[in-house]
């Protein structure tokens, strides 16, 4: 059974930075595309950013560009988002998924295997 597993959330000020890792067991994360997502209450989970498989080119959604980015690096088989300028509307449960399949999935459907989670709140 794959899994992943977040790290890295918590609470921080409006303007602060946090960075989230997804850690892999028993899979070698290189070989699967990654996205991760987030859920803020009450409303649907969101794709935020992804990195393809095969050159690890990047997609980021609107709301995050040009704030967030999002990294691999092979050798600790970890997949990271660096997350600068955080507003509050930023706040929700992240999550990290992986897929065999290479792309830049932004949507749930797209990929197999899911984290639990990791809470984000940006608050003063």
């Known amino acids: 059974q794959l899994q992943l597993v977040e790290s890295g959330g918590g609470l921080v000020q409006p303007g602060g930075s946090l960075r989230l890792a997804c850690a892999a067991e028993r899979f070698n994360m290189a070989a699967y595309a990654i996205g991760w997502f987030r859920q803020a209450p009450g409303k649907e989970r969101e794709g935020v950013s992804s990195?393809?498989?095969?050159?690890?080119?990047?997609w980021y959604a609107d709301s995050v560009k040009g704030r967030f980015t999002i990294s691999r690096d092979n050798a600790e088989n970890t997949v990271y988002l660096q997350m600068n300028s955080l507003k509050p509307e930023d706040t929700g449960v992240y999550y990290c998924?992986?897929?065999?399949?290479?792309?830049?999935?932004?949507?749930?459907?797209?990929?197999?295997?899911w984290g639990q989670g990791t809470q984000v709140t940006v608050s003063s």
């Open positions: 990195i393809s498989s095969s050159d690890s080119s990047t």
């Open positions: 998924a992986a897929d065999p399949a290479d792309g830049l999935g932004v949507g749930d459907e797209e990929y197999q295997y």
